[in-house]
């Protein structure tokens, strides 16, 4: 029998000319608008936004959620974190999506390092936020026109509170492919209605003093595979808060009516995972393929049945239920980095529980774009932040540029981009252009750290964490991958 060959992609870097990419995108079939010139003057990238709540971005960059598992096992922000959040407030972005994951109950956590907001820690969120707005001031001149969120959340099936590298799962149904592929039974408990009536409460409570720190709005969190996004693929959990598509979603709309009322004033945006796929596994030559189901796949949110492929049909009818509840911020993702990582976050370099992309990184980075111009299309009043643009790398700019001045979005998201490169906006707005050097080449170091119980941060390129002990482990782990 034949061996199968692995599938061979270029480089980004390779892709030296507008010409070079052009060609390339239509060698492999990625449909991605491109512009290629950027403009000096009246740049999609430097149009303010103004928002339903009378509050006015400044530019058309965002800045994406990131964690960095660096905070005290008390909630606490650690100096690597406060120096993380000072790159994202001189940034040059003017909308700070959540800054990171914060969780709201203690065995909720994505990692024992994960900050929390509670009573006890409610003065260093103060401090931070204050923070933001004192950097970004003296960086700029003001921050009149600077948004910043603070993201919610519940880390679910992907709970890891007491141990860096021990899942203690809080799951809302018996994933067929996920209990398995984590090592749950069938038998593994549920969260039951009473534990999630009073999580309700632990997110209301945390949005209340996300408020009064001075955050202006709150994420409550819908992505990635974590509780938030289960609710949406929890067709075959009983009672309130599964089966329907109004119990699936009661999590988030108890969510907001508490905040309403508690929190009048903050406003509310959500990080959705607007499509789903199989989960994948890493095959005999190290290149992702999906786990093999029987019959219909129907756990994919935002995903159509074989698992192969989306279906937005749900997904629309969650961006009504935010119209509805007069929601307009949203912020769109793909997948879950946990199984299906070339899905969420395209890349060429796999982290250390990854596997080599089933297809060329572009093409994930035009099912992103395709996605998120889809959904503007049809909802055009909603404030839409998109993802996915990391992997191209010195020509983000050139693609970021085209979907706005298209109407394709609202605000280019940035993630893994401004942890090697952190004024990347900046540069961008100001007419500098790219610093090569910096660019973020998505070797996934920053992913890898965390899977074995690191710290985040860019340690290829970023000096800081470049000298750190943590660089050397991360350079033999990849040895041996």
Same mark, same amino acid.
């Given at each position: ?345 395209? %890349? ?6 990854? #596997? !080599?992309?089933?297809?060329? /990184?572009? &093409? +994930?980075? *035009? ?15 909603? %404030? ?6 990391? #992997? !191209?790398?010195?020509?983000? /700019?050139? &693609? +970021?540029? *085209? ?79």
């Amino acid at each position: 029998m034949a061996t199968k060959s692995r599938p061979v992609f270029k480089r980004v870097a390779q892709l030296k000319t507008a010409e070079d990419l052009t060609s390339y995108l239509g060698e492999i079939g990625a449909d991605i608008p491109f512009d290629a010139d950027l403009a000096t003057t009246n740049s999609p990238y430097g149009q303010p936004y103004s928002l339903n709540s009378g509050r006015t971005v400044g530019n058309r960059f965002c800045i994406l959620p990131m964690e960095g598992w660096d905070g005290t096992t008390d909630g606490i922000p650690s100096e690597h974190t406060k120096r993380r959040w000072h790159h994202f407030a001189i940034s040059g972005a003017k909308l700070l999506w959540g800054c990171e994951a914060v969780a709201v109950h203690p065995e909720g956590r994505a990692n024992p390092n994960q900050l929390m907001i509670n009573d006890d820690t409610f003065p260093e969120f103060v401090s931070l936020y204050e923070s933001l707005i004192k950097d970004h001031q003296e960086q700029f001149g003001s921050a009149d026109d600077l948004v910043i969120g603070l993201q919610l959340t519940h880390s679910g099936r992907f709970c890891k509170p007491f141990d860096k590298k021990k899942l203690q799962p809080k799951i809302l149904y018996a994933h067929p492919v996920l209990n398995k592929k984590f090592g749950l039974g069938d038998d593994y408990p549920v969260m039951s209605d009473e534990d999630i009536d009073s999580l309700i409460e632990d997110f209301i409570q945390a949005a209340v003093l996300a408020q009064k720190a001075g955050f202006h709005f709150v994420d409550i969190k819908h992505c990635h595979g974590y509780l938030g996004h289960e609710f949406l693929s929890a067709i075959d959990r009983g009672g309130k808060y599964g089966g329907s598509f109004e119990n699936r979603t009661r999590f988030l709309t108890s969510i907001v009516e508490g905040i309403r009322n508690e929190a009048p004033g903050l406003e509310i945006g959500v990080r959705l995972s607007a499509i789903d796929l199989l989960p994948f596994t890493q095959a005999e030559d190290k290149v992702g393929e999906p786990y093999e189901v029987t019959g219909n796949y129907n756990y994919a949110f935002g995903g159509e049945k074989s698992g192969l492929s989306y279906d937005l049909t749900e997904t629309k009818k969650f961006l009504h239920l935010l119209e509805e509840l007069d929601i307009e911020l949203l912020c769109i993702t793909a997948g879950s980095p946990y199984y299906n990582p070339h899905v969420t976050r395209p %890349a060429l370099f796999p982290p250390s529980d990854g #596997y !080599l992309p089933p297809e060329d /990184p572009l &093409v +994930g980075v *035009a099912r992103h774009l395709e996605v998120v111009a889809a959904l503007k299309k049809d909802f055009p009043n909603l %404030a839409i932040v998109g993802s996915g643009y990391s #992997y !191209l790398q010195e020509w983000l /700019p050139n &693609v +970021g540029q *085209a979907v706005l001045k298209n109407g394709d979005v609202d605000f280019v998201g940035i993630g893994r981009m401004v942890i090697s490169y952190p004024e990347m906006p900046a540069d961008v707005l100001s007419g500098e252009g790219m610093k090569r050097a910096k660019v973020c080449r998505t070797f996934s170091d920053c992913t890898t750290g965390p899977r074995n119980g690191m710290i985040s941060g860019c340690f290829p390129l970023d000096p800081y964490y470049k000298q750190m002990e943590e660089a050397k482990l991360i350079k033999e782990i990849k040895k041996e991958l």
